[in-house]
């Protein structure tokens, strides 16, 4: 079979959620299918690092697709004509879109709907191309994925798809997150913390994933307990970033909160496993693939009893009301004082990675 893959979020140094979900998803799918020939559809130059297996073409396709009309010029003419002068069978799309005009059986990963529900937080540039754009992408897809049954039931209401369209295709976990000896989690602290325990939060620093309340509840943490604790936070600064910046300047224990910026793969692994606890309060999610980073760590959660993040966590992580900010600190306080409480969750395996074959929550999630 000849299938087409959509990787142009395939960017060298500049993985993050798209990139790493295509990353490991068509890695897989390449070397577990070398009888198949998969075609990859570049928007800029490649990295050889991509390029998996010999089973695999890479073809770059002009316009570099990053805004509006870009998408429209790449996925509705330059894709349509490069699948049809490939003979391909199959085009899969992993970044919620896809084509409308080819007429190649074509399979759509859609991770949210985060565009239609809270327009207001995407970039202007997009907004108005998302909000048109897909829910005809769901509709024209053949098959549509999706990360967790919240967000297969959410389109299936909110775009008018039958569920039976949709499929739930859960997360896996990259094999660099494990869990870290003490030893290690100390030069960790050294190199990152100022030598002290911290608690760490993972993703693009936006106001949808809650980080100002996030900081406001760690400064009433620290004003109730004068825990020595740092709170690193790491990923880029997103746009409407202003808010976040406001609140790290008015908490009084700003000297104890330092954003850490994009970080390497390695980096992101030690410094989930050698926090005192993950915090992931997002507001709306698709699915919170730190959570999952974090229990393979053995690293507890904290996390927003909203969205999907209940699914996902399951009984495997403190779930707390992410719009007050008194139980996000209660819940920071919980995870740092009572070692009884995290021990009980390690001991039962909910949170534990330290079993090859996956314990509890994690087998549910792992990849094939």
Request: hydrophobic share 45%; charged share 20%; net charge neutral.
């Amino acid at each position: 079979m000849k299938i087409a893959i959509n990787t142009r979020f395939l960017l060298p140094g500049q993985l993050e959620g798209f990139g790493w979900y295509t990353h490991e998803i068509v890695r897989r799918m390449v070397l577990a299918h070398p009888e198949d020939a998969f075609i990859f559809l570049f928007d800029r130059p490649f990295d050889e690092r991509f390029v998996y297996a010999e089973n695999v073409t890479p073809i770059v396709l002009a316009p570099r697709a990053r805004f509006a009309p870009q998408f429209l010029a790449w996925f509705e003419w330059a894709v349509p004509r490069a699948l049809k002068k490939h003979g391909v069978e199959v085009f899969f799309s992993p970044d919620s879109m896809c084509s409308l005009s080819t007429k190649v059986p074509t399979v759509m990963t859609c991770h949210d709907l985060v565009p239609l529900h809270f327009p207001e937080q995407v970039p202007l540039l997009h907004r108005h191309f998302l909000l048109h754009f897909l829910p005809k992408f769901l509709h024209c897809a053949d098959r549509v994925l999706t990360v967790s049954e919240y967000v297969r039931k959410d389109i299936a209401q909110t775009c008018g798809i039958a569920l039976e369209k949709i499929s739930t295709v859960y997360n896996g976990c990259r094999e660099v997150f494990r869990p870290l000896n003490e030893p290690d989690k100390q030069t960790v602290r050294v190199k990152f913390a100022e030598g002290k325990p911290y608690f760490f939060y993972a993703g693009a620093i936006h106001p949808r994933k809650n980080i100002p309340r996030l900081i406001r509840a760690f400064d009433l943490f620290k004003t109730k307990t004068s825990a020595p604790m740092k709170l690193l936070l790491a990923g880029r600064f997103a746009w409407q970033t202003g808010e976040v910046r406001s609140a790290y300047e008015q908490a009084a224990h700003r000297a104890d909160i330092h954003f850490l910026g994009y970080v390497s793969e390695e980096d992101l692994s030690l410094l989930t496993a050698s926090a005192t606890a993950l915090t992931y309060l997002s507001l709306s999610e698709g699915f919170g693939l730190p959570i999952l980073e974090a229990m393979n760590c053995d690293t507890p959660v904290l996390a927003a009893n909203a969205s999907c993040l209940p699914e996902i966590a399951g009984d495997a992580a403190l779930l707390v009301d992410p719009l007050s900010e008194t139980a996000i600190a209660d819940g920071l306080e919980k995870l740092w004082s009572d070692g009884a409480f995290v021990q009980n969750w390690l001991k039962k395996g909910v949170c534990g990675g330290s079993n090859s074959a996956g314990t509890g929550r994690q087998r549910r999630f792992m990849m094939p």
